[in-house]
């Protein structure tokens, strides 16, 4: 089975600064890094994903970057704005299907 | 407009008592999920199915059950042998991996279940 170890619990930056979310995974055979973003009351959401196959993923000013041989992976923030408050998840895919998750980042961007 | 939808958004139930959850997709998605959410713990699988009428156990299967009779439903059932099942749980679906792009696609959420029991 897959084991997602996500730190920080809890991340405060300054509005603009960056944050960064590493989670670690414990099966080799894991092939598939998403990563939600969970608003209060809301359904999680996808905001970005990777896949074995690649290094580094960018969209924007959120960025994924996957590290195989150490088994980690970090979420980039860059300029932090309010509306990035969230919970945010990693989560890891093992070719069985089952999709393992962290215990999820509450980010707070304060103005 | 296509979907996964779960119901009720709330429910109130008795100790003792078994409840199901319904969720619904329409996607055509093949496999689903079921997650349970508490504070600081983030999402625990509980099932999943790859396909009709086959599941598997997740991390946290106790005192739960499934079924998948069918693809777009899979329903949980809460039992009484849960010994704590006030949660936030979530269901999910995603595409057969193996008829992704890249093989792997994002799993969707419904808008999640609350269950307190009194």
């Known amino acids: 089975g897959e084991n997602v170890e996500q730190h920080p619990s809890t991340l405060s930056v300054q509005e603009g600064d960056s944050a960064v979310i590493k989670c670690t995974y414990s099966?080799?055979?894991?092939?598939?890094f998403p990563w939600y973003k969970q608003e209060l009351g809301k359904r999680p959401q996808l905001i970005i994903d990777i896949r074995s196959n690649v290094g580094e993923k960018k969209d924007q000013r959120i960025a994924v970057t996957l590290n195989k041989t150490a088994k980690h992976f970090s979420l980039h923030i860059t300029e932090t704005q309010p509306e990035d408050s969230a919970v945010y998840f990693c989560a890891a895919k093992w070719h069985d299907y089952k999709l393992s998750f962290g215990a999820g980042t509450t980010v707070t961007v304060r103005a | 407009d296509g979907g996964i939808t779960q119901s009720p958004k709330y429910l109130f139930r008795k100790e003792g008592q078994n409840v199901t959850l319904s969720c619904e997709q329409n996607?055509?998605?093949?496999?689903m999920y079921w997650y349970r959410q508490d504070p600081g713990q983030g999402l625990r699988l509980i099932y999943y199915?790859?396909?009709?009428?086959?599941?598997q156990k997740g991390d946290i299967a106790e005192g739960y059950s499934v079924s998948r009779e069918k693809k777009e439903s899979f329903p949980l059932t809460v039992t009484s042998a849960q010994k704590n099942p006030t949660a936030f749980y979530l269901c999910?679906?995603?595409?057969?991996?193996?008829?992704?792009?890249?093989?792997?696609?994002?799993?969707?959420f419904g808008q999640g279940t609350r269950l307190t029991v009194v």
């Open positions: 996607l055509n998605h093949d496999a």
């Open positions: 199915s790859q396909i009709v009428n086959d599941f």
């Open positions: 999910a679906s995603s595409i057969d991996p193996g008829q992704g792009a890249d093989g792997e696609t994002e799993a969707f």
């Open positions: 099966d080799s055979a894991s092939n598939y």
